[in-house]
C-alpha cells in the first residue's frame, strides 16, 4: 500500500507507550516512524482515504448483513488547540458516515454526575461494525479530575483500574480500543490560541479558560504520564501522537485506523438468500 | 457562486411540489433547472463542497458558542437503490462530521410501536446548529405502512395532519425541512437491482423483499403521490428529485441544502470575552 511506503516503522510501534516510557521525553515536533515530508506526508494522507474507506465500508456492510463481531473505537484525548477537531474532519470525515459513531464528550450534566464515571461512556461504545470515535472520554476523569480535583483521590486512584477493566470488556466485545494522545508543547499551544484570538473567525473557537487549564500545564502533564503509565495495555495501549506538525498528526492517526480494521481483515458478507432464485425473481417482476 | 453557474432555475424552485402536482409526469431522467452534462454536473458538485461545508461550519459554530438559533434537517426518502446512500456518503460527508446528526430510522421496535408514529422521530430532531440527516423518516408510516395497511385506515388518515402540524411546530423551532423524494423509474430500480446480484461485494446492499416491494411498485406510487400532496407545505415543501442519473440527484440535493443554509446565513459568533484583555493573559501564560 503506498501510503506504507514511507513508514520505516509501522505507527503503532513506532507510536505505542511501553513500560518506562516518559511523556517529557516526547519531541512533539517529530514525526516517528515516517521518513517522509510535509508535501509527501499530504500525498499519503490522500492515498490513505481509499484503503481506510474500503475497510470501512466493509465493516458496515457486515453490521447491515448483522454479521458484523468487531468495531473500532478510536478514543481522543488531548490539551486544547492539539487537533482533536482536524482528526474528525480530515481523518474520520472521509469515510462514509453512515458507519461512524461520534461522541464528543462535554463536562458531565448533573444527571452524569451522579452515575459512575464510566455511566456515559458505556452507553456510547460503538455498535459491532461500526467506527467509534470519543472527541474527549472516561480520560478526562483522570485528567482533569485529577488535575483540578473533581473527585476525591482515593476515587481517581480507584479509576485507572476501572478503566482497565472497562476496556479488557470493551476487547471482549469485540471493540478494537485505539486511544489516541495527541501532544503538543506550551510553546505551540500558545500560537495556536494567539491565532484564535487574531482571527474573527476562530473566535468562536476560544475560550477564556483555556488559559485557565494552560497555567497547570504541567500538572496535565504529570496527569497524562499516570494515566498512560496505568492504562496503556496490551489490549488497549495508548498512543502519544506528536501533533505540532498537524498534517504528521493526521496522518498517523488515519495509519492507526487502518491498522486496526486491517486486523479485523472485514470481508463482504456473503449472500444470504439464493442468488440464482433472486435473478429469477427479479427478472419476473 | 460557480455551482449555481448552470442553474437555469434554482433547484428549490424546480423541484418542489406545488399544487397540482402528478408524480407519474415526472421523467426520473431528467434534470430539471440544470443545464450542464455529466461532467459539468459533477464538477459542480465538487466546487459546492467548499460553500456547504463553509455555511455548516458557520452554523456549528453557533452551536458552540452557544448562539445557535436554527437547523436544517434532511428528510430523505426513496424507493430502494434510489440513492440515499450515496446521498450521505458524498452530500453530506462531505462536510464536518461535528456538525452532523445522522438517523436512520429502520423497522420500529415493539417499543417505538407501542408509542404514536412521531415518538420515535421527535427524538432525533437536530439541536440547534446542526444539519440533521434522517435516512427514511416518519414518512414511512404513510408509505409501507398505507401500502401494507400496518395501521387502520383512519389512523393512516390521521396522519398525514399530524404529520403537517409536526413539521410546523419544528419550523416553529428554527428547524429548515428539507424534504427530499429520490425518484427512479422502476426500470432504473431493476438494473440497481441486478448490478447488486452480480457483484459479490454488493449482495449485502440486495435483500429478497426488495422485490416484494418492488411487485407493490404502482401502490408505492401512490402513496407517495397522495402523501406529496396533503404534506408539502410553504414551512416544508416537498421536492421530487429525479435520480436515474445519480450524479444530477447528488448535485441537486447539495443545492438544496445550500439554499436552506444560506436561508439562516449564519454567522461567525462574536467574541464573548474582551480580545485584548485575552491577549495580555495569553501572553502572560
Chains 1, 2 share one sequence.
Not at 3 to 31: E, M
Amino acid at each position: 500500500m503506498s501510503s506504507h511506503s514511507r513508514w520505516s516503522t509501522p505507527a503503532a510501534d513506532a507510536l505505542s507507550v511501553a513500560p518506562g516510557f516518559r511523556l517529557v521525553d516526547v519531541d512533539t515536533r517529530a514525526t516517528p516512524g515516517y521518513d517522509g515530508d510535509k508535501d509527501q506526508g499530504k500525498a499519503d494522507l490522500e492515498a490513505g482515504v481509499a484503503p481506510l474507506a474500503d475497510l470501512q465500508e466493509r465493516l458496515f456492510a457486515q453490521s447491515v448483513a448483522g454479521t458484523a463481531t468487531g468495531s473500532v473505537l478510536l478514543v481522543l484525548q488531548a490539551m486544547d488547540t492539539a487537533g482533536k477537531g482536524g482528526i474528525v474532519k480530515h481523518v474520520v470525515g472521509a469515510v462514509d458516515p453512515q458507519g461512524v459513531e461520534l461522541a464528543s464528550f462535554k463536562k458531565p450534566t448533573a444527571e452524569e454526575l451522579s452515575h459512575d464515571f464510566l455511566w456515559r461512556i458505556r452507553k456510547r461504545l460503538p455498535d459491532a461494525g461500526r467506527l467509534g470515535v470519543f472527541d474527549r472520554s472516561h480520560y478526562e476523569d483522570v485528567l482533569i479530575g485529577r488535575v483540578r480535583e473533581l473527585a476525591p483521590a482515593d476515587e481517581i486512584e480507584r479509576r485507572y483500574g476501572a478503566i482497565v477493566a472497562f476496556e479488557a470488556e470493551a476487547a471482549e466485545l469485540g471493540i478494537r480500543v485505539v486511544k489516541v494522545m495527541l501532544h503538543i508543547s506550551k510553546e505551540e499551544q500558545r500560537e495556536r490560541l494567539a491565532d484564535r484570538l487574531e482571527r474573527p473567525d476562530k473566535h468562536w473557537k476560544y475560550n477564556p479558560s483555556d488559559v485557565d487549564e494552560r497555567a497547570l500545564w504541567d500538572d496535565y502533564m504529570d496527569a497524562y504520564q499516570v494515566a498512560l503509565e496505568r492504562t496503556s495495555t496490551p489490549l488497549a495501549p495508548w498512543h502519544v501522537v506528536p501533533a505540532d506538525r498537524k498534517w504528521y498528526a493526521r496522518l498517523a492517526v488515519q495509519q492507526l485506523l487502518i491498522d486496526a480494521l486491517a486486523d479485523i481483515d472485514p470481508q463482504w458478507p456473503g449472500a444470504d438468500y439464493d442468488i440464482a432464485t433472486e435473478k429469477q425473481r427479479l427478472a419476473a417482476s
